[in-house]
């Protein structure tokens, strides 16, 4: 689904080496998981009510939501009576199958970008994920895909986070937009698509500032932004991306449902999952919005962005907390 | 949707309320629903069955045959239950030492918001009488000591910038460096007079060894009499781990608990709490810089079990306002003295509070309050801007006889205040309004009767 969107498939070197790197970034999880699950199977060869309370904590310690965990193990007992599974490790394929069916039957919400138009991504959280960050690694994937990349500090709130693009805009070789501290952010995001249309830029990746789900005024403030952003480049926002810790609970589905609405989040990014993370509740944001994940973050380098493979990520949630 | 913790408990509790006494049966049910509730607010899935565990032994046994309700009997055995979890006295943080500056050493993952609570702690610590000093030694973030330059700029608070001693090592971000900047900044703290040093680190994942090596060697340098860990609210099953492995490396003595503006429930709380052992001392509570509050473990109970945080609101609201203008507001009201000029002390003592927002969230969450609260984030805080402008461009005369406002003096205010005349009547509407309502409520403290009649039972 991401090829579809950011140009033909990626050369195989290239595809080596994210494997290589959601690989290593879910190893130490992955190697929990195995031992987990042989332990698993050796105590109880059949399904018993203890082993699916064994994987009911397993799962919720994954943060996937007592909501979905109930789902996925109601969808699981179906399945294995259907296939008269009675082993441990059926289940956990069952389980395994649910899980990545969830994750990939999002569906891909990107707009259409009319010839000669920029790009426009649309980046929005709340405080401390890692927005900015992130968007210095989306940066570098596209630049490194050989597009020419306008980053636009629309983030005029917290203290020095202009400052932090603008490394970030140097480190990776991009330009950054930019007013002073406290200005207008629909003001700079207009002055950031004027720019990328003068300058036939294939991208421009907006940084908003954090903020809470809660706070009604500074979502109000993220649909004027798409308002501006629509005026300037018809279909913009093209994608607007929420950014989310991996490490965040069950907050994240409210945080997802309320940015949904004010800003018309088109899929997931995933920081900080390198690590012991967990990361579960994008399954639960899946499975309720339909929230497909785009991206995951894996390290702190500026190659540490990977498109998502719901496959792999399944993988390391199965490691007991 | 999911339900607040408070919500969902406060229906779990409606449903026992037409037993007549606990059974095994009845117990079970109501601790399955506290478990799913516990889950869906973020508590960790081992420290939710323990604090169940505790609950079940404790309602089948002779406690429960008193004269109190079922209802009752649970909602006390889960507040005790998560007081005891929580611990029942608000902890103070520790800034003694004999040789000054008491260093508060600030650790947590990426994006838990350090940096802002080292700032927000700087106000907090001037606000109770000393004098801080703030330094980062994070030179791996871009732009991270530029964000807590700035910051203590607004607070006009000592930092310590740290820029010479990166020179000195070599210009070359690593631990010696900050060492270094650790070093300098204790002497400088020292040479100015500062009594605390506040150190803001680099955020980390708990399994990075080589910045947590770093955090262990700046805990022996300076030997801190505080290493907070600074965790968001929002944590999920992995705030255990996480605080587990930081308390591993670096014996933490006491907990943040940021975003707590938000709508999370807060299970983290519970969960850091139980792992390390350590208090949770402070929580953050808005983007300014005065958003950092003590934690009150009783009153983050009560709060979850829906009872709301009035004791909460009732100190910040002493804090702010004035005691002797409150007492001769409450004089006015009495003897029906109370004209515009003391709607608009009254409207800037309110904003002195903070934001409505912030204030609304303490509330209980049911009853007449439910509305209140999903009013409050539609709540313009510009409007309050508008009305004190409209009353700042009456004449003197007006402000005490709102009476003689008539058509062409409307116009003018309305002219004055860059407001409309529509607004200018609706504000003195409200002011009439608010005159016959005070009339009607005799008695001064009111408010607080009527709120400190809601603590919750047992």
Same mark, same amino acid.
């Given at each position: ?321 | ?157 000592? %930092?310590?910038?740290?820029? /010479?001693? $990166?020179?000195? @090592?070599?210009?070359?971000? #690593?631990?010696? =460096? &900050?060492?270094?900047? !650790? ?37 022996? %340098?300076?030997?801190?009499? /505080?290493? $907070?860990?600074? @965790?968001?609210?929002?944590? #999920?099953?992995? =705030? &255990?781990?996480?605080? !587990? ?214």
């Amino acid at each position: 689904m991401i090829q579809t969107l950011f140009g033909g498939p990626p050369k195989p070197s290239l595809r080596e080496r994210l494997q290589q790197k959601m690989a290593g970034a879910v190893q130490k999880t992955k190697e929990a998981l195995v031992s987990q699950v042989d332990e698993l199977l050796k105590g109880s060869p059949e399904i018993s009510p203890e082993l699916l309370r064994e994987i009911e904590t397993l799962l919720l310690a994954a943060d996937l939501g007592a909501a979905t965990v109930a789902e996925v193990l109601a969808q699981v007992r179906r399945s294995a009576e259907a296939d008269r599974q009675t082993s441990g490790e059926a289940v956990r394929g069952a389980i395994k199958d649910e899980l990545v069916r969830v994750l990939n039957a999002a569906p891909l919400r990107t707009r259409e970008v009319p010839d000669g138009q920029p790009f426009v991504l649309l980046v929005v959280g709340v405080n401390g994920v890692g927005k900015t960050t992130t968007i210095g690694k989306l940066a570098q994937f596209f630049r490194g895909q050989g597009h020419t990349v306008l980053l636009c500090a629309a983030d005029t709130f917290r203290a020095a986070a202009i400052e932090q693009l603008e490394v970030w805009g140097h480190r990776v070789g991009s330009e950054v937009i930019r007013q002073k501290s406290g200005a207008d952010p629909s003001a700079v995001l207009f002055d950031g698509l004027s720019a990328a249309k003068a300058r036939h830029c294939n991208y421009v990746i907006i940084d908003t500032a954090g903020r809470l789900h809660t706070k009604s005024n500074l979502m109000d403030e993220l649909s004027k932004m798409r308002r501006t952003a629509e005026r300037l480049v018809p279909g913009a926002p093209h994608e607007t991306l929420l950014v989310l810790d991996a490490t965040t609970g069950q907050n994240g589905l409210q945080q997802a449902r309320q940015f949904t609405a004010a800003a018309g989040v088109t899929g997931l990014v995933v920081t900080k999952l390198d690590g012991t993370a967990r990361g579960g509740i994008v399954v639960a944001i899946a499975r309720e919005l339909g929230l497909p994940v785009r991206f995951v973050g894996v390290g702190e380098g500026a190659d540490d962005l990977i498109p998502f493979e719901a496959e792999r990520y399944i993988d390391a949630l199965f490691a007991k907390g | 949707m999911f339900e607040n913790l408070s919500d969902r408990l406060q229906r779990v509790f409606k449903t026992l309320r037409g037993e007549g006494r606990l059974t095994e049966v009845n117990v079970e049910a109501t601790l399955q629903e506290i478990r799913t509730a516990l889950l869906e607010a973020d508590v960790n899935v081992q420290v939710a069955d323990d604090l169940l565990a505790g609950i079940r032994q404790k309602a089948l046994g002779q406690e429960v045959l008193s004269t109190l309700s079922p209802a009752e009997q649970v909602i006390k055995l889960l507040r005790d239950e998560l007081l005891h979890l929580l611990g029942g006295e608000p902890a103070r943080l520790n800034v003694k030492t004999s040789q000054p500056p008491a260093t508060l050493l600030m650790a947590g993952l990426q994006g838990s918001g350090k940096t802002t609570t080292s700032a927000k702690l700087a106000y907090f610590l001037r606000k109770n009488g000393h004098r801080p000093m703030l330094v980062s030694v994070d030179l791996y973030r871009p732009a991270a000591r530029e964000q807590l330059a700035v910051l203590a700029g607004e607070l006009k608070a000592p %930092l310590h910038s740290g820029d /010479e001693a $990166l020179a000195k @090592a070599g210009g070359q971000a #690593g631990t010696p =460096a &900050v060492l270094e900047i !650790a070093r300098a900044a204790r002497r400088d703290a020292f040479n100015r007079g500062c009594d605390v040093l506040i150190v803001d680190t680099a955020g980390r994942l708990h399994i990075d060894d080589a910045l947590m090596g770093e955090m262990t060697q700046l805990k022996q %340098l300076l030997n801190p009499t /505080e290493i $907070l860990f600074v @965790a968001d609210a929002m944590t #999920g099953q992995d =705030a &255990v781990r996480s605080a !587990a492995e930081f308390h591993r490396h670096l014996q933490l003595t006491g907990v943040v608990l940021t975003k707590m503006d938000g709508d999370s429930r807060g299970g983290a709380a519970l969960s850091i709490r139980s792992v390390t052992g350590q208090p949770i001392k402070l929580i953050g509570t808005s983007e300014r810089t005065d958003g950092l509050e003590l934690f009150h473990p009783d009153r983050i109970v009560s709060r979850i079990l829906g009872m709301g945080d009035i004791l909460s609101l009732i100190e910040r609201a002493e804090q702010a306002i004035d005691r002797k203008q409150q007492e001769e507001l409450e004089r006015k009201l009495r003897s029906d003295g109370f004209t515009l000029a003391d709607f608009r002390n009254q409207l800037q003592q309110v904003r002195k509070l903070g934001s409505l927002e912030s204030l609304v969230k303490m509330l209980p969450r049911v009853g007449p309050f439910q509305q209140l609260q999903k009013a409050s984030t539609q709540v313009d805080e510009k409007q309050l801007g508008r009305v004190e402008a409209i009353i700042g461009s009456m004449t003197e005369q007006e402000r005490q006889h709102h009476q003689i406002i008539n058509g062409s003096r409307r116009k003018r205010i309305a002219r004055g205040s860059g407001t409309s005349v529509q607004e200018v009547n609706q504000v003195l509407k409200q002011y009439v309004e608010m005159r016959k309502m005070f009339k009607s409520v005799s008695g001064s403290s009111f408010l607080r009767k009527k709120l400190m009649g809601m603590r919750p039972p047992g």
